[in-house]
């Protein structure tokens, strides 16, 4: 951590997904923190094709 | 039509995939999560001792464990890491709590390259209620996905 002004304390540098670069807590799919293939929920769900279209829930 | 015995499943097509049920069509022969998870990877509770569960985990030749509730729902998993703690220690304070879970519709050699990718050893598979599955394990995982795209696939 690296201190930016007096009685602030600046957070280390945020993990990103290593798909679309947003910040993310830890990878979603080692759960780890120091992932260097982290990934976050959205791509990993999109790449593991979870995110199919819903059918209609009744036909017609 | 000619139907005669027609039932709704009005959770949707998904959700009957996401609970390993049986499908048809073009990408039926592709292996799933759900058909390669072990169904009988070891389970333990919040309220046991980790020396006990890591005693059962070991004799049973696993390195991995899930923690469910009595409706096998998932609430944590102990790797190798967590089992190696302190055996008098609860598996509530122990536990990997809400690990990453797949569904059974994951096609298996998408995940076993994810997985290898992240030097993750297993993962746990359940319902979209969150419901264990079972343990799918990198060398399973990566067994059959060659398997499937291996000489003997394409026969």
Redesign the interface.
Known sequence: MTTTRPGTVEEPTALRCSDCDEPIAE??????RA?P?A?CYGC?TV????T?A??H??GG | MGFSDVSDYVDGKVDWMAAGLPTEGTNVKRPRAGAVARSDSPTCRLDETLGSVRERVRAAGWNACVVVNAERVVLGLLREKELGGDPNQRIEQALRPGPSTFRPFVLVEELAHYMAEHDLPNAPITTSDGRLVGLITLEDAARVAHETHGPAAKS
């Open positions: 990878c979603e799919l080692c759960d780890e992932c293939r990934i990993i790449a593991l094709s979870e199919m819903q059918p829930a009744h």
